[in-house]
């Protein structure tokens, strides 16, 4: 493993890959200053902007007729994919911190939630990006109080008396602790303790309302006392079991699916013992040789948000609008806002069967149609068939691309932009590609057709 | 590391026979493999996930504890479409009443499992893998049916879920389902000349297990995407269904069914029965289009002599609570109503009593017959294959088919 390798495999991991223009920046510097680099760039916390859209107050709204309001609710709604927009954007410039950005999608399939209204998503996603490297108790005391994972686990409806147990459920099951580890009892008595952390219709803030919270005894993980929603969290996260179920769901998401049990443990007791900081475990986790093996690189497949941002980074990819993020995403099986369930996305091999694999292999092709990088060969790609892909707004050039490989010598030119652009192994030398490659006549149409050759590639879908 | 050299998978896979990637010859591969026995018996399961509250479908409407749980949300007994004295359907379930009434319907009440769990992905697993309810599988039933235990399930197709990705139910340890939304969709997808380039490069060298599960699948798909599209050119359904998913997508079951494709088993899935608040109009809806997609089918597969060959199963992954929660919906519970459907079931009507809602386990009926019964019947009555083999356990055959 070359330095250079570990950059990229970094990269890849704290982030979506590196853009040609930081791939020649950073390919040379230090790992360990590069690390500290990308821990430093995510303290400045960036938040997704909001569309310009005037939400009326609640005044207003009440005294509107209820086919007025339904309206205004129709307009806010139908304005969350600009938030989608709006991150995805900010997740392929190099002007945000990579590492902010790929923590808090992290934390957006672990909290998997679906938002209806523009505005109580960015609000969620930008209170998970707050924490996304603080602490973990801050970040689940956020979520608890979260307007969407309010409406989404029917904490509204959990009221003093007529307990709704689903939030509950899913904080111990999903969240934090994981199953095997709590009671169908301590299920009711947590419900309990949540009752009454209710959402503001008017405000979409949270409000506590004493009058339907539950104040009585409860007994919960074998402690008794008047507990409420924080006590609650607390008790969870003094369990040692806690801390161990986080390592392991960051370690298969970072590191590899397979996972190895002493890693694990070291990550956990690190989270556990700095009082669940989550920013000194994953600095531990990017700081480990095992980190860097040979057994943990190229092994990882893609998410299509990986996919899409990291071919963005390369091609320098410019979404026109909420469209053309949202209809890759839909092609591709992973909607931001809109997880499949409260558990998220499963990933692995689960993001691929016959049918989304194809998608895969054929949006370099859609990405090059979109972007006018079609190229001058016998063997173009085909034109996309579906209306909605082949009208996606989308640009990008390949400026940057050429600036970067500009001083490679022609002979080399396909193992050079192998190296960059796939984590295993190919062997671009006669193969296709390279056939491809050499009906071009100038360097730039050369890298061009080895660009889509290897994005093309089952090997390009893992990182 | 595992590396499994693509070589090696080639070989191992179905297409060792053809002993090459063009398509033509894989063609020909399917059409021997389709003059094989049973080969006509279909089956298609219907999932409704979220957990369908199967007391308002199959409503007790003589029971006072039902009434008196759910002072809301009940099916008041004016509005259900009585079967016998005790039990009877929600207004909203057309579809089973006919085919209670034409004897093509065998509905089992009280289903479940021991220890019953009540999240959903869990259920959702258990019922997938066919596990016990502290045994964690990571292969599905179908997917283990799959694995070696069809004689004629070489085939990528053999079973198509008709979604954008696979469930667990249709994953085995060396096959899998196959994923298909629409099969112009798949065709094209499989025509652009890259995708056909990487396709018929070979490389000798080992791939990463998540590379080489990449190629394999890469190959699978491409030998069954033309076989399904040219099937399915074959008939065009002259019946109406209604619009909306369900209703597409057994409609595109139905015609290759009836264009008789290679494909034994269908998988198709409805969302939204966590009905948490305000249930009834929510599960009526769906409810409703079930049972107008679900007629259509009917009355299609019977015009073209194919009912009688088919036989469609309709789970969720558990029932709901029997008293009504606070926000007029009701919370995940445990024992539930199953439906099978065919023109050849040896039950039919209910095959068991209804609920007993005196004796409930924490709030929630008790089941009485396993699903894992279930399975086993449809497994060897009707697919004909070693079902303990699947099952890992002996279950006892329900004889309804």
Same mark, same amino acid.
């Given at each position: 493993?070359?330095?250079?390798?570990?950059?990229?495999?970094?990269?890849?991991?704290?982030?979506?890959?590196?853009?040609?223009?930081?791939?020649?920046?950073?390919?040379?510097?230090?790992?360990?200053?590069?690390?500290?680099?990308?821990?430093?760039?995510?303290?400045?916390?960036?938040?997704?902007?909001?569309?310009?859209?005037?939400?009326?107050?609640?005044?207003?709204?009440?005294?509107?007729?209820?086919? +007025?309001?339904?309206?205004?609710?129709?307009?806010?709604?139908?304005?969350?994919?600009?938030?989608?927009?709006?991150?995805?954007?900010?997740?392929?410039?190099?002007?945000?911190?990579?590492?902010?950005?790929?923590?808090?999608?992290?934390?957006?399939?672990?909290?998997?939630?679906?938002?209806? $209204?523009?505005?109580?998503?960015?609000?969620?996603?930008?209170?998970?990006?707050?924490? =996304?490297?603080?602490?973990?108790?801050?970040?689940?005391?956020?979520?608890?109080?979260?307007?969407?994972?309010?409406?989404?686990?029917?904490?509204?409806?959990?009221?003093?008396?007529?307990?709704?147990?689903?939030? =509950?459920?899913?904080?111990?099951?999903?969240?934090?602790?994981?199953?095997?580890?709590?009671?169908?009892?301590?299920?009711?008595?947590?419900?309990?303790?949540?009752?009454?952390?209710?959402?503001? $219709?008017?405000?979409?803030?949270?409000?506590? /309302?004493?009058?339907?919270?539950?104040?009585?005894?409860?007994?919960?993980?074998?402690?008794?006392?008047?507990?409420?929603? +924080?006590?609650?969290?607390?008790?969870?996260?003094?369990?040692?079991?806690?801390?161990?179920?986080?390592?392991?769901?960051?370690?298969?998401?970072?590191?590899?699916?397979?996972?190895?049990?002493?890693?694990?443990?070291?990550?956990?007791?690190?989270?556990?013992?700095?009082?669940?900081?989550?920013? /000194?475990?994953?600095?531990?986790?990017?700081?480990?040789?095992?980190?860097?093996?040979?057994?943990?690189?190229?092994?990882?497949?893609?998410?299509?948000?990986?996919?899409?941002?990291?071919?963005?980074?390369?091609?320098?990819?410019?979404?026109?609008?909420?469209?053309?993020?949202?209809?890759?995403?839909?092609?591709?099986?992973?909607?931001?806002?809109?997880?499949?369930?409260? &558990?998220?996305?499963?990933?692995?091999?689960?993001?691929?069967?016959?049918?989304?694999?194809?998608?895969?292999?054929?949006?370099?092709?859609?990405?090059?149609?979109?972007?006018?990088?079609?190229?001058?060969?016998? %063997?173009?790609?085909?034109?996309?068939?579906?209306?909605?892909?082949?009208?996606?707004?989308?640009?990008?050039?390949?400026?940057?691309? /050429?600036?970067?490989?500009?001083?490679?010598?022609?002979?080399?030119?396909?193992?050079?932009?192998?190296? #960059?652009?796939?984590?295993?192994?190919?062997?671009?030398? +006669?193969?296709?590609?390279?056939?491809?490659?050499?009906?071009?006549?100038?360097?730039?149409?050369?890298?061009?057709?080895? *660009?889509?050759?290897?994005?093309?590639?089952?090997?390009?879908?893992?990182? | 590391?595992?590396?499994?050299?693509?070589?090696?998978?080639?070989?191992?896979?179905?297409?060792?026979?053809?002993?090459?990637?063009?398509?033509?010859?894989?063609?020909?591969?399917?059409?021997?493999?389709?003059?094989?026995?049973?080969?006509?018996?279909?089956?298609?399961?219907?999932?409704?996930?979220?957990?369908?509250?199967?007391?308002?479908?199959?409503?007790?409407?003589?029971?006072?504890?039902?009434?008196?749980?759910?002072?809301?949300?009940?099916?008041?007994?004016?509005?259900?479409?009585?079967?016998?004295?005790?039990?009877?359907?929600?207004?909203?379930?057309?579809?089973?009443?006919?085919?209670?009434?034409?004897? %093509?319907?065998?509905?089992?009440?009280?289903?479940? #499992?021991?220890?019953?769990?009540?999240?959903?992905?869990?259920?959702?697993?258990?019922?997938?893998? &066919?596990?016990?309810?502290?045994?964690?599988?990571?292969?599905?039933?179908?997917?283990?049916?799959?694995?070696?235990?069809?004689?004629?399930?070489?085939?990528?197709?053999?079973?198509?879920? *008709?979604?954008?990705?696979?469930?667990?139910?249709?994953?085995?340890?060396?096959?899998?389902?196959?994923?298909?939304?629409?099969?112009?969709?798949?065709?094209?997808?499989?025509?652009?000349?890259?995708?056909?380039?990487?396709?018929?490069?070979?490389? %000798?060298?080992?791939?990463?297990?998540?590379?080489?599960?990449? #190629?394999? /699948?890469?190959?699978?798909?491409?030998?069954?995407?033309?076989?399904?599209?040219?099937?399915?050119?074959?008939?065009?359904?002259?019946?109406?269904?209604?619009?909306?998913?369900?209703?597409?997508?057994?409609?595109?079951?139905? !015609?290759?069914?009836?264009?008789?494709?290679?494909?034994?088993?269908?998988?198709?899935?409805?969302?939204?029965?966590?009905?948490?608040?305000?249930?009834?109009?929510?599960? !009526?809806?769906?409810?409703?289009?079930?049972?107008?997609?679900?007629?259509?089918?009917?009355?299609?597969?019977?015009?073209?002599?194919?009912?009688?060959?088919?036989?469609?199963?309709?789970?969720?992954?558990?029932?709901?609570?029997?008293?009504?929660?606070?926000?007029?919906?009701?919370?995940?519970?445990?024992?539930?109503?199953?439906?099978?459907?065919?023109?050849?079931?040896?039950?039919?009507?209910?095959?068991?009593?209804?609920?007993?809602?005196?004796?409930?386990?924490?709030?929630?009926?008790?089941?009485?017959?396993?699903? $894992?019964?279930?399975?086993?019947?449809?497994?060897?009555?009707?697919?004909?294959?070693? +079902?303990?083999?699947?099952?890992?356990?002996?279950?006892?055959?329900?004889?309804?088919?």
């Amino acid at each position: 493993m070359t330095e250079e390798q570990k950059i990229q495999h970094l990269y890849w991991r704290a982030g979506f890959g590196l853009s040609p223009t930081a791939f020649q920046k950073k390919r040379k510097q230090p790992l360990n200053k590069i690390i500290k680099d990308l821990f430093k760039d995510a303290k400045k916390i960036q938040p997704v902007q909001r569309p310009d859209y005037n939400i009326p107050s609640w005044d207003v709204l009440k005294v509107m007729s209820k086919e +007025d309001r339904l309206k205004k609710t129709r307009e806010i709604q139908k304005l969350t994919p600009e938030i989608n927009l709006n991150w995805v954007r900010q997740m392929t410039s190099d002007d945000y911190s990579c590492l902010q950005e790929k923590m808090t999608l992290f934390w957006h399939g672990h909290f998997a939630c679906e938002s209806k $209204r523009f505005d109580y998503a960015a609000s969620q996603i930008n209170s998970i990006r707050q924490d =996304a490297l603080g602490n973990f108790r801050d970040l689940v005391l956020a979520i608890s109080k979260d307007t969407s994972m309010i409406l989404y686990l029917n904490n509204q409806q959990n009221k003093k008396n007529k307990p709704n147990e689903n939030y =509950a459920r899913e904080l111990m099951e999903l969240f934090t602790i994981g199953r095997g580890n709590y009671t169908e009892q301590d299920i009711k008595e947590a419900a309990r303790a949540f009752t009454g952390w209710f959402s503001d $219709r008017g405000t979409g803030e949270f409000k506590f /309302t004493e009058r339907q919270h539950d104040a009585g005894s409860k007994t919960f993980m074998g402690k008794t006392g008047n507990w409420n929603g +924080d006590d609650i969290i607390d008790l969870i996260l003094d369990r040692k079991e806690t801390a161990t179920f986080l390592a392991t769901k960051v370690y298969r998401y970072f590191v590899n699916e397979k996972v190895k049990d002493e890693n694990v443990a070291l990550l956990a007791n690190i989270l556990y013992q700095s009082n669940y900081n989550i920013g /000194t475990m994953m600095q531990t986790l990017f700081e480990s040789d095992w980190f860097y093996a040979k057994e943990n690189v190229g092994v990882k497949i893609k998410s299509p948000i990986e996919l899409l941002v990291g071919m963005g980074k390369v091609l320098n990819l410019q979404f026109g609008n909420a469209k053309s993020v949202l209809f890759p995403q839909k092609y591709l099986g992973q909607i931001l806002f809109k997880p499949p369930n409260v &558990a998220g996305w499963p990933g692995g091999k689960t993001w691929i069967d016959n049918s989304t694999l194809m998608l895969r292999m054929n949006f370099a092709a859609v990405v090059f149609q979109r972007v006018e990088l079609a190229l001058e060969l016998k %063997d173009e790609p085909e034109e996309p068939k579906s209306r909605q892909l082949k009208n996606l707004d989308i640009s990008g050039d390949i400026v940057a691309l /050429t600036k970067a490989f500009s001083k490679v010598k022609l002979a080399n030119l396909g193992l050079e932009l192998e190296a #960059y652009l796939l984590q295993t192994p190919f062997r671009t030398q +006669d193969s296709f590609i390279e056939t491809l490659a050499k009906e071009a006549d100038t360097s730039e149409g050369q890298i061009k057709a080895y *660009v889509l050759g290897l994005m093309s590639l089952p090997e390009y879908q893992v990182c | 590391m595992k590396h499994i050299s693509r070589r090696k998978f080639v070989k191992q896979s179905s297409f060792a026979t053809a002993g090459t990637l063009l398509l033509p010859r894989f063609l020909n591969a399917f059409d021997q493999h389709s003059i094989q026995k049973n080969k006509n018996r279909k089956l298609v399961v219907v999932q409704f996930s979220g957990g369908n509250d199967g007391l308002n479908a199959i409503v007790p409407y003589t029971n006072d504890v039902y009434y008196k749980s759910r002072p809301s949300i009940a099916v008041p007994p004016n509005k259900v479409l009585k079967a016998n004295d005790t039990l009877g359907f929600n207004p909203k379930l057309k579809v089973l009443q006919n085919l209670y009434d034409s004897g %093509d319907v065998c509905i089992i009440n009280n289903i479940g #499992y021991p220890d019953p769990d009540r999240s959903h992905f869990r259920s959702m697993d258990i019922w997938h893998t &066919a596990s016990a309810s502290n045994e964690f599988l990571s292969t599905g039933w179908l997917g283990r049916y799959l694995d070696g235990n069809c004689e004629d399930c070489q085939n990528p197709h053999h079973a198509i879920e *008709v979604n954008d990705s696979l469930s667990l139910a249709l994953k085995g340890a060396q096959m899998n389902g196959f994923a298909m939304k629409n099969p112009a969709q798949l065709k094209n997808t499989t025509r652009s000349k890259i995708v056909q380039a990487v396709a018929q490069h070979h490389h %000798d060298h080992e791939h990463e297990e998540n590379v080489a599960y990449l #190629y394999k /699948t890469l190959a699978n798909t491409i030998a069954s995407a033309d076989y399904i599209y040219e099937k399915s050119k074959i008939y065009t359904s002259k019946v109406a269904y209604p619009k909306g998913k369900l209703g597409k997508e057994l409609k595109q079951v139905a !015609e290759l069914i009836i264009s008789e494709a290679d494909t034994q088993i269908y998988y198709v899935t409805l969302n939204g029965f966590d009905t948490h608040n305000n249930q009834v109009n929510t599960q !009526e809806r769906l409810l409703q289009g079930y049972s107008e997609a679900m007629s259509a089918f009917v009355k299609d597969l019977k015009e073209n002599d194919k009912w009688d060959d088919t036989l469609v199963m309709t789970f969720s992954e558990f029932g709901r609570r029997v008293a009504e929660n606070g926000s007029r919906g009701t919370d995940h519970g445990a024992g539930n109503n199953l439906y099978l459907m065919g023109g050849k079931l040896k039950k039919q009507g209910f095959y068991n009593e209804g609920p007993d809602l005196i004796n409930l386990e924490k709030g929630d009926v008790k089941y009485t017959v396993d699903f $894992r019964n279930v399975y086993s019947t449809i497994l060897k009555d009707w697919l004909k294959t070693e +079902d303990q083999v699947v099952l890992r356990k002996t279950f006892k055959s329900l004889g309804f088919i």
